[in-house]
C-alpha cells in the first residue's frame, strides 16, 4: 500500500485553515496542524485545533497538532521537525496563518509595533518557512522524482484593494504575492509547484466584526456573486491544486472573491 501524501498547513484549527485541513484528509491526506489558538480571556485554547483534530481522523486522516508562532524562527522548525519525525515526508504546504492589525488605526496614525506584529507572523513567518520546507522537498525529490509537491500561500484581496486603517495587512498580503512569484520561480526546476489562493470576503472569525458592513455591501452589488464566501470555497481550491489539475500553472494566483478581481462599469 503506498504511503499516504502528507500536508502542513498553518492556521489550521478554524475557518479557512480548517477547511483546508479536512478538504485535504478527504483527499488522502496525513496532517500536520500548526495553530496559535487564543480563548477570550487571552489563555492559550487547543480546543478548536483539538476539534479540527477529531474531524480529520474521522476522515481516517493521521493528524497531528503543534501550537506554533510561526514568526519565529524555533517554533516554524519544530513544526517541520515534527513533520520529519512522524510521517518523514511532506508533499504540501500551505502557508494559511495569518492576523490583521489588532487595532485598526488610519495610516497617519498606525505604529510601527503593529506593523512589524503583522508583517512578522503574514510575510515573514511564510517566506521563512517555505525556505525551510521547500529545501525538504528538494531532498525528496532525489529519491522520489515523481512525487508531487505543491506550496499554497493565502493572500487576500487587500494585496491590491487599499484600506487605509490596516494598512500593515495590506502590505503583508502584498508581499505575499511577490513571495509567491518568487518560490514559483525558483522552484520550477524542481517540479515544486507554488500558487496563491487570493480569498474575497469570506465568513470567518477575522470578518465576523464587519459583517453588517458587508453584508450591504454584498447586497448593492460589491460582488458579482451576491454571497459570502466560505472557507470551503477557499479549500475546494486548494484541493484542485492538491490533486496536481494546475500543476503546469505554477506561480499563479486563483482569485476566490465571487468576481470581486473583475474591473466593471
Not at 501524501?5 to 500548526?34: F, M
Not at 479540527?52 to 521537525?81: F, G, H, I, N, Y
Not at 517566506?127 to 522537498?137: E, G, K
Not at 490533486?243 to 472573491?257: A, H, K, P
Request: with cysteine; net charge positive; charged share 25%.
Amino acid at each position: 500500500m503506498p504511503e499516504r501524501p502528507v500536508a502542513i498547513i498553518t492556521g489550521g484549527s478554524r475557518g479557512i485553515g480548517a477547511a483546508i485541513a479536512l478538504e485535504l484528509a478527504k483527499l488522502g491526506y496525513d496532517l500536520v496542524i500548526a495553530h496559535f489558538d487564543f480563548n477570550d480571556q487571552g489563555q492559550p485554547d487547543e480546543s478548536r485545533a483539538q476539534e479540527t483534530q477529531k474531524q480529520a481522523q474521522a476522515l481516517r486522516a493521521t493528524c497531528e497538532v503543534l501550537r506554533t508562532d510561526v514568526s519565529k524562527a524555533e517554533d516554524r522548525k519544530k513544526l517541520v521537525e515534527l513533520a520529519r519525525r512522524k510521517f518523514g515526508r511532506c508533499h504540501m504546504l500551505v502557508n494559511n496563518a495569518g492576523v490583521a492589525p489588532s487595532k485598526r488605526l488610519d495610516l497617519l496614525e498606525a505604529t510601527e509595533e503593529s506593523f512589524d506584529r503583522v508583517m512578522n507572523i503574514n510575510l515573514k513567518g511564510p517566506y521563512f518557512l517555505t525556505q525551510m520546507v521547500a529545501n525538504w522537498m528538494i531532498e525528496q525529490k532525489k529519491t522520489d522524482p515523481r512525487g508531487g509537491y505543491r506550496i499554497v500561500n493565502t493572500g487576500s484581496m487587500s494585496a491590491y484593494t487599499s484600506s487605509p486603517s490596516r494598512g500593515e495587512y495590506c502590505v503583508s498580503k502584498a508581499g505575499v504575492g511577490m513571495m509567491t512569484m518568487l518560490y514559483a520561480d525558483r522552484l520550477a526546476e524542481f517540479g515544486i509547484g507554488v500558487f496563491e489562493i487570493r480569498p474575497g470576503i469570506i465568513k470567518t472569525d477575522m470578518t465576523k466584526v464587519v459583517t453588517a458592513k458587508y453584508d450591504k455591501l454584498i447586497a448593492e452589488g460589491l460582488t458579482p456573486i451576491k454571497r459570502w464566501g466560505m472557507p470551503e470555497d477557499i479549500a475546494l481550491a486548494v484541493g484542485a491544486i492538491a490533486e496536481g489539475r494546475l500543476d503546469f500553472s505554477t506561480g499563479q494566483v486563483i482569485n476566490v472573491d465571487g468576481g470581486y478581481h473583475f474591473h466593471r462599469l
